[in-house]
């Protein structure tokens, strides 16, 4: 059974930071792609970076680009996401999850089945 668990949100002030986790178990992080995305109030998903399962190649979307960071620790089983540099547009609520289809890249959320509860960023002052 896959399972993966977001952690880390919180309240922070415009320019912070803060380093999202997603711990994974039914699997091992050799095995899928696993991808942040985040949903803003009356917005759809969109995929922010992914981290690849063969080789840890990431990709991160334009609008995080140089901002965000994703890396993965495959002896924790946990996938980090370090974001920089925060603006009140990253509001949102923030998921991982694994790549289940590869027919599609890692930030179109087509190739995920499944979701977790996610874990809520709020950048404000």
């Known amino acids: 059974q896959l399972q993966f668990v977001e952690s880390g949100g919180g309240l922070v002030q415009p320019g912070g930071s803060l380093r999202l986790s997603c711990v994974v178990s039914?699997?091992?992080?050799?095995?899928?792609?696993i991808g942040w995305f985040r949903q803003a109030p009356g917005k759809e998903r969109e995929g922010v970076s992914c981290?690849?399962?063969?080789?840890?190649?990431?990709y991160s979307v334009e609008s995080v680009r140089g901002r965000f960071i994703i890396s993965r620790d495959k002896a924790k089983n946990t996938v980090y996401l370090q974001m920089n540099s925060l603006k009140p547009e990253d509001t949102a609520v923030y998921y991982c999850?694994?790549?289940?289809?590869?027919?599609?890249?890692?930030?179109?959320?087509?190739?995920?089945?499944?979701w977790g509860q996610g874990t809520q960023v709020t950048v404000s002052s």
């Open positions: 999850a694994p790549l289940i289809s590869k027919n599609y890249p890692c930030y179109d959320e087509r190739g995920y089945d499944y």
């Open positions: 039914g699997f091992t992080l050799d095995y899928y792609a």
């Open positions: 981290i690849s399962n063969s080789d840890g190649v990431t």
